[in-house]
C-alpha cells in the first residue's frame, strides 16, 4: 500500500524559510514522479512543483520560482520542498503526490496518490 506522509508545515512570519518533507512508503520510489501541490480555503487545488524519477527533470509554478526548490533522495524515499522567502499568499495546505511513471508530471489528474497535507501559514 502506497503512503505518502508530509511533515515540516507550520507557523511563519513574512521572508522566513519552512522545509517540506514527504515520506513515501509501499512504492519503489525511484520509479515514481513525485510534485506539491497546495491548496487554500475555496481555492482550487494548485501545483506548486514537480520533480521526475532522478531529480534531474523540475517544474515551478510561476508565483513561487525563485523563492521554493523541490528536490528528493531516492535512497531515503523523501521528496522536499524548501520554501524560503515566504508571503502570505503562500498559506495553504500542502500536499504531495506520487505517480509510477519516468515523466514529469504536472497536472494534478495525472497523480494517484496523495499526501493528507500539511498546514503552512505565513503571517504579515
Known amino acids: 500500500q502506497v503512503q505518502l506522509t508530509e511533515s515540516g508545515g507550520g507557523l511563519v512570519q513574512a521572508g522566513g524559510s519552512l522545509r517540506l518533507s514527504c515520506a513515501a512508503s509501499g512504492v519503489t520510489f525511484s520509479t515514481y514522479a513525485m510534485a506539491w501541490f497546495r491548496q487554500a480555503p475555496g481555492t482550487e487545488r494548485e501545483v506548486v512543483a514537480a520533480?521526475?524519477?532522478?531529480?534531474?527533470?523540475?517544474y515551478y509554478a510561476g508565483s513561487i520560482k525563485g523563492r521554493f526548490t523541490i528536490s528528493r533522495d531516492n535512497a531515503k524515499n523523501t521528496v522536499y520542498l524548501q520554501m524560503n522567502s515566504l508571503k502570505p499568499e503562500d498559506t495553504a495546505v500542502y500536499l504531495c503526490?506520487?505517480?509510477?511513471?519516468?515523466?514529469?508530471?504536472?497536472?494534478?489528474?495525472?497523480?494517484?496518490?496523495w499526501g493528507q497535507g500539511t498546514q503552512v501559514t505565513v503571517s504579515s
Open positions: 520533480i521526475n524519477w532522478s531529480g534531474g527533470n523540475t
Open positions: 503526490a506520487a505517480k509510477r511513471t519516468l515523466e514529469l508530471i504536472t497536472s494534478r489528474y495525472q497523480y494517484n496518490y
